[in-house]
């Protein structure tokens, strides 16, 4: 369990779904991204498809955290929405820079060998 600011208690699995749910997002534009920019032909059509997947994953999410009711919640939610996303947007950061360093990483040991 995990205490909230307001000293409210959440399962961890809701913070995961949210979490993974922005991670996800985020993540499948970011590789949309880079695969319509580097891509030509099909690759950029499925680049774009990225872009649009990942956005409507972020939208539901912020839909659905405006709107309790759609998730069959009731009340105020557990955490704030806000220090989710504030957390979450952390996750993310720390994410992509140790994926772009891990990443460096390996293009230098491939550029070497």
């Known amino acids: 369990m995990i205490i909230g600011d307001s000293g409210s208690v959440t399962d961890w699995y809701v913070v995961f779904i949210i ?3 922005l991670i996800f997002g985020a993540a499948t534009i970011l590789a949309g991204i880079f695969t ?3 891509g030509a ?3 950029r059509k499925i680049g774009a498809a990225l872009i649009v997947l990942g956005g409507l ?3 539901l999410f912020l839909i659905a955290s405006i709107r309790t009711d759609i998730l069959g919640l009731t009340g105020t939610p557990p955490l704030s ?3 989710l996303i ?3 947007a952390v996750y993310i950061i720390a994410a992509v820079v140790g994926i772009i ?3 460096g990483l ?3 040991a491939i550029m070497k060998s």
């Open 41 to 43: 032909g099909k690759s």
């Open 101 to 103: 360093l891990a990443l």
């Open 57 to 59: 994953v972020l939208a």
């Open 36 to 38: 319509a920019w580097f």
């Open 19 to 21: 979490v993974m749910a």
């Open 81 to 83: 929405t806000i220090e």
């Open 106 to 108: 390996f293009l230098v």
């Open 86 to 88: 504030k957390d979450a």
